[in-house]
């Protein structure tokens, strides 16, 4: 069974610090893996998604990077502002399966 | 684009009342996914339509809990009768069955059983 672990729990940072934000997976035989935004009382936004042969995705401020081999995923938030602030999510594909980690919460303090 | 819509938002019944849940998909998505998010648990699959098929439904708890999909459009997750610790978020998710496309998530209905 595939477990995902995110780390750490939560988070919290001055406006303008970059944000480094961890998650590691068990069973490399993935399809690919996401990463997803959770706001209070809201359902997931997908931010960036990378497909299982690439080794980093950028969108904007956000870069995540994936080393399959070693079951880990690395979401970068550059010049972190407080709209950042929000429960991160990353999911692990298989199949059709999206396993998920229990996230990491974070805060942008103005 | 409208995403998924999901409906009521919030839910508050009384234990041993029948709560259905309902979802529209994104319009063009073939594959529709319930899932349940609690704190203890985090985020767990419950059931997954391909097609209006029920393909997996080994995450469905209960027997109290059944899952329909009449159309491509329209959803329900049914749970009967409801207990406590039935109390969480319940999001559905629609996906184009395309590659590596995203799902695409409803805002969830929160569901409190008394």
């Known amino acids: 069974k595939q477990e995902v672990t995110q780390i750490p729990a939560a988070l919290s940072v001055p406006e303008g610090e970059n944000l480094v934000l961890n998650c590691s997976f068990t069973d490399s035989a993935i399809y690919n893996l996401q990463w997803f935004r959770q706001d209070p009382g809201k359902g997931l936004t997908s931010l960036l998604l990378i497909q299982s042969s690439q080794r980093e995705q950028t969108s904007g401020r956000l870069n995540a990077s994936l080393d399959k081999s070693s079951g880990r995923s690395t979401l970068y938030i550059a010049a972190s502002q407080p709209g950042d602030s929000a429960t991160y999510l990353c999911?692990?594909?298989?199949?059709?399966?999206?396993?998920f980690g229990a996230g990491t919460t974070v805060t942008v303090r103005a | 684009d409208a995403g998924v819509i999901q409906s009521p938002r919030h839910e508050v019944t009384e234990m041993g009342q029948e709560v259905t849940l309902r979802c529209k998909p994104i319009?063009?998505?073939?594959?529709l996914f319930w899932y349940r998010q609690t704190m203890m648990r985090g985020l767990e699959l419950l059931i997954y339509f391909n097609n209006n098929v029920p393909i997996d439904d080994s995450g469905m708890p209960e027997d109290r809990f059944s899952a329909k999909m009449p159309n491509a459009s329209f959803s329900t997750l049914k749970i009967q009768p409801s207990e406590p610790r039935d109390s969480a978020v319940y999001f559905c998710a629609s996906f184009s069955g395309v590659g590596n496309q995203p799902q695409h998530f409803g805002d969830g209905t929160r569901l409190s059983i008394l």
């Open positions: 319009s063009g998505h073939n594959s």
């Open positions: 999911a692990v594909r298989r199949d059709y399966k999206l396993s």
